[in-house]
């Protein structure tokens, strides 16, 4: 049977048949990945948009007016009642692929559009007649295209649909708690195939494979200034934790102890972009990296193509380095949670400097590790800076007999004692102590607490070297300009073949973690001891024999704690002040000592409570079968403010773009402050719909302008 009408499944001109191809493509690649049946998978792949078909559809697809009947249709409600052309003993698996694919089939909202939803607002019989309204023209499309795939029948009559429909209300009624591999398959296969379209057959052969990491073993790698790199990673423990100063070569030691698909996670965007890049850079170039976080595609340059773009977020990456909030979905049973815990299932998951998150996140990360066991994954902790009292907590856990514990011995230890402390009296920056090092053609890294901090901080020592590079980093930045800086700062002033001589990096917390730069003196603002230790890291990093051989020592000046709780946000005054107290000035840091000193700060964790708020209880799914939380649970359990803003030159740009080309625009702010005090603009309806601002208030030198205390990094 040959169809004679265009039947389309978008408004950009993808036609169903073609869909619902390239949807059988991924599922049945998925299907052979991960142990599932390939012909079930397919059945669903092409079942779940065939609703598609109906009129109602097709008209309100490509029409520039809200529909005016007040009845929804649900294209997953006219998909199911085909069921009678596939096997009976598939049906509840199909019904999991179908459905919810969309819409959980019950909701707590007042409106909702999921099948039960609406069979409790308007009845089974008046959803049923309206999702068959002209059965008879277009169920006749739909069994055309589905004849078309191997899936034939002459004639499904209204009776069988009927069926179908009872069935499936019945079997979603009556479901249990827990959560669907199916849907999340279905997920993960429909939005791998809208995203990639025509390649979907090319990319989909990269999906789910395991990278090869046997270079990380290589020979050439090993070396005694990597004093990790010596130790062997053999053990029938699962899991790992390795605590070792900053350069001892931690990444490759918790590489070589993964076996299968790799997840790894950072705190701070600035240290995942550097991650990624180090790990795409060394890596064969066929290799599936991923990079995923809220501007991640910025960072995939020009030689990389439009598939590999925005495949970025979907999942089966060989490797995917993310932030842990990408996977609180996990936790918080939001929408696509399924698909989350079918990519990470049984994978390596290295989640390093994990003591960096605090309150909440911290929580978070927490209630994340215990889903990840549940979920048969291997997890491998690194950190420089553990508090006992966490690593404690993570290992009863993981198991302590299921965990291989690594740490270096006191001689090893004491060879990376690199950093001097100068106390200074004052929370002001000593800029005559700052020129005798700029004389001596020392590379400066100042790094503060608060952005206006740093934007100050700035001002002042470009107005007292005005010959001298400087270069200011922090999160108010466009997008896209904060990612040129980050580039810049790594390879040109961190590049000494690049910058020989003296310059300056002035930046808030976002350098703390795994950034790798090795500058020769450091200004900070007191903070929490594990914050400082992880900035000290940044001073003195690239070591050789020779260095280490004559104990070279560099310098850090650590400024005095302001007086006053707020002048000390985004952290605790108390933390702050204890840290402060924990060094002596003029003190050789001794590596061996640092978990002492960590300790006394962090004899205790008050960690916050996010219980009230997550769907796993120990080994028990607290949410029904097939339903999904809104993105607002997670947006509240994590504590989310972040807006956007844009200056007023780009907001025809901003409204006039889509998607992706409105990112690299839009400049992070605190929802909190809504700007209220300065614009006069309102806010695009486009998009983020993001606060106007001044042109004035922005610039690629200092970012944006505005007085209000935040702890937005």
């Not at 002596?584 to 978990?595: A, M």
């Not at 997550?614 to 989310?640: C, Q, S």
């Amino acid at each position: 049977m040959k169809t004679n009408r265009y039947i389309y499944a978008k408004s950009d001109g993808v036609l169903l048949k073609d869909h619902l191809n390239q949807v059988a493509i991924v599922a049945e690649r998925i299907a052979h990945k991960l142990g599932y049946n390939p012909k079930l998978l397919k059945n669903g792949a092409i079942l779940h948009d065939i609703g598609k078909t109906h009129p109602k559809f097709q008209e309100a697809l490509f029409s520039k007016s809200k529909p005016t009947e007040e009845k929804v249709f649900r294209h997953e409600i006219a998909s199911i009642l085909f069921l009678p052309l596939f096997p009976k003993e598939e049906w509840n698996q199909l019904i999991e692929m179908v459905i919810a694919h969309h819409k959980s089939p019950e909701t707590s909202e007042k409106k909702g559009n999921g099948i039960i939803d609406l069979i409790e607002i308007e009845g089974e019989e008046e959803i049923f007649d309206f999702h068959t309204s002209q059965w008879d023209d277009w169920s006749k499309d739909a069994l055309q295209i589905l004849d078309s795939f191997g899936i034939t029948s002459k004639y499904l009559s209204l009776d069988d649909a009927q069926e179908a429909f009872d069935y499936c209300i019945d079997y979603c009624e009556n479901l249990g708690s827990g959560w669907s591999e199916y849907k999340g398959i279905l997920n993960i296969a429909d939005h791998i195939a809208s995203s990639i379209y025509d390649a979907t057959e090319t990319i989909s052969e990269q999906l789910f494979n395991i990278p090869n990491l046997e270079q990380y073993n290589a020979l050439e790698r090993k070396s005694e200034l990597f004093p990790l790199s010596l130790i062997s990673v053999e053990s029938k423990c699962p899991h790992s934790l390795v605590i070792a100063p900053t350069g001892a070569g931690k990444t490759d030691y918790l590489f070589r102890r993964c076996n299968g698909r790799v997840f790894y996670t950072l705190p701070f965007q600035a240290s995942i972009n550097a991650m990624y890049h180090r790990v795409r850079d060394f890596l064969p170039d066929d290799t599936d990296i991923r990079l995923q976080h809220s501007t991640s595609r910025l960072q995939i340059d020009d030689k990389n193509n439009f598939e590999e773009k925005v495949m970025q977020s979907k999942a089966g990456a060989a490797i995917k380095i993310l932030t842990p909030h990408q996977l609180a979905a996990l936790i918080c049973g939001t929408k696509g949670f399924e698909a989350i815990a079918l990519d990470i299932r049984e994978c390596d998951v290295i989640l390093d400097e994990i003591h960096c998150y605090s309150d909440v996140s911290q929580a978070m990360v927490i209630e994340i590790v215990k889903v990840l066991v549940r979920l048969g994954c291997r997890i491998h902790l690194g950190s420089a800076t553990m508090p006992t009292v966490l690593t404690d907590m993570l290992l009863d856990i993981l198991g302590r007999d299921n965990v291989l514990i690594t740490k270096l011995d006191d001689n090893e230890l004491d060879k990376f004692d690199r950093h001097r402390i100068i106390k200074c009296d004052t929370a002001d920056l000593p800029i005559n102590t700052v020129s005798e090092y700029i004389e001596q053609n020392q590379k400066v890294l100042v790094v503060c607490n608060k952005v206006d901090t740093a934007q100050a901080r700035y001002d002042s020592l470009k107005e007292t070297f005005p010959n001298i590079p400087i270069l200011l980093l922090h999160s108010r930045f466009k997008r896209a300009d904060r990612a040129q800086k980050e580039f810049e700062l790594i390879n040109t002033y961190n590049n000494r073949e690049v910058n020989p001589d003296a310059c300056i990096v002035v930046s808030t917390q976002v350098v703390e973690v795994s950034l790798d730069i090795s500058f020769d003196v450091m200004f900070t603002d007191a903070a929490p001891i594990d914050a400082m230790i992880q900035r000290f890291g940044r001073i003195n990093r690239k070591r050789t024999k020779e260095t280490v051989a004559k104990k070279i020592i560099k310098d850090i000046h650590i400024l005095a704690p302001p007086d006053s709780q707020r002048d000390v946000l985004p952290y605790k005054k108390e933390i702050v002040d204890a840290s402060f107290e924990q060094f002596e000035n003029g003190e050789i840091v001794k590596e061996k000592l640092i978990q002492n000193k960590i300790d006394n700060v962090y004899p205790k964790i008050d960690m916050a409570s996010i219980k009230t708020k997550i769907v796993w209880d120990g080994d028990r799914f607290l949410l029904k079968k097939l339903n999904h939380y809104p993105k607002a649970v997670l947006m509240e359990t994590l504590n989310i403010e972040s807006a956007t803003a844009i200056v007023y030159q780009d907001a025809e740009t901003y409204n006039k773009s889509k998607g992706d080309d409105r990112i690299p625009l839009e400049i992070p702010i605190p929802r909190s402050t809504r700007f209220k005090k300065f614009t006069n603009f309102g806010y695009s309806s486009e998009g983020a719909r993001p606060v106007i601002v001044h042109d004035d208030l922005y610039s690629y030198e200092r970012g944006l302008i505005f007085e209000e205390i935040d702890n937005f990094l």
